[in-house]
Structures are given as C-alpha cells and as structure tokens.
C-alpha cells in the first residue's frame, strides 16, 4: 500500500481555503517562515 507525501497533505491543507467554501473561516497554523507547523502523534 501506497501512501501519500506529507508535502501532498500540506498542499492540500495550505490550498483547501479556496476549495470549500465551508472550511473558509479555518486557516492553518503558520510559523515566521509561513510554512504550515505540522504535528505528529496518536490524534494527530
């Protein structure tokens, strides 16, 4: 089984406010370089 990059989850997070308009109000968490902070762990 093949799973997808992070960078194709980050992409897609990064982008999904222009996708779905019922996600519109969410923005991702950005660092001082604006790249999206990720988070790994059980719920993550």
């Known amino acids: 089984m093949s799973y997808l ?3 194709k989850y980050v992409e897609a997070i990064k982008f999904a406010e ?3 308009d019922q996600f519109s109000p969410l923005r ?3 660092d001082e370089y604006d790249i999206i902070v990720i988070s ?3 719920f993550a």
């Open 5 to 7: 990059r992070i960078s």
């Open 18 to 20: 222009y996708i779905l």
């Open 28 to 30: 991702p968490a950005l």
């Open 40 to 42: 790994s762990g059980n």
